[in-house]
């Protein structure tokens, strides 16, 4: 019995590694321009981005994950066909993780001196190339270990998506908890979503280590 319930959860697995996967690497690219908008020079723009990533940021997932899944349909009921329960969940998913990233990468910005613009532009180096070359990796070196916790972080946010029916591991859960009367599938939920985090954490320390050693070289 008890081992029905072990693989009945783990079909959730899939699911949520997608979630995650999927719904950080959105966030992770549409980060980029909403903090090219936080960090203008130009005051109405960046009052813009700064504004829209505030908005996303002070609503929480779960009300996201409704509002997308089922807001279209308000207005034409032949969206349910496009916002599906898992396409909602990626797009919110993605949407709050946008908001989250660009935050991120404006504070690794921040962490690199000011003074590495200027000797690129001692050195005639064009702007494009000083951001790409000499500010971007360092930039992406302060911006990782924030980014994985965040990951990390993700894969347990992912469980939310369960309220909207996305067959992700929280929702097998609960599905056999509900049929057995028993809490042993929460405790098997807890056990995967453990499974998933720990080699997650680990591969980022990794990651964040050997940056660390090619900054040092």
Known sequence: MTGNVWSFVAQGVFATAQLTVIGFALGAVLGLPLVVLRASQIGPVRWIGRAFIELVRGVPLVVWLFLIYNGPTQFDPRLGSVFTSGASAIAAIGLVSAAHMA??????????????????????????????????????????????????????????????????????????????????PFFIAGAYYIALTIPSAWAARRLDNRLRRKVAR
């Open 103 to 184: 935050e991120i990468y404006r504070g690794s910005l921040k962490a690199v001196s000011q003074s590495q613009w200027e000797a690129g532009d001692a050195l005639g180096m064009p702007r494009m190339d000083t951001a790409t070359r000499v500010i971007g990796p360092q930039m992406i070196r302060v911006a990782v270990p924030a980014s994985a916790a965040y990951a990390v972080g993700l894969i347990k946010d992912s469980s939310l998506a369960s309220t909207i029916g996305v067959f992700e591991i929280t929702y097998y859960a609960n599905t056999a908890a509900g049929s057995t009367s028993s809490a042993l």
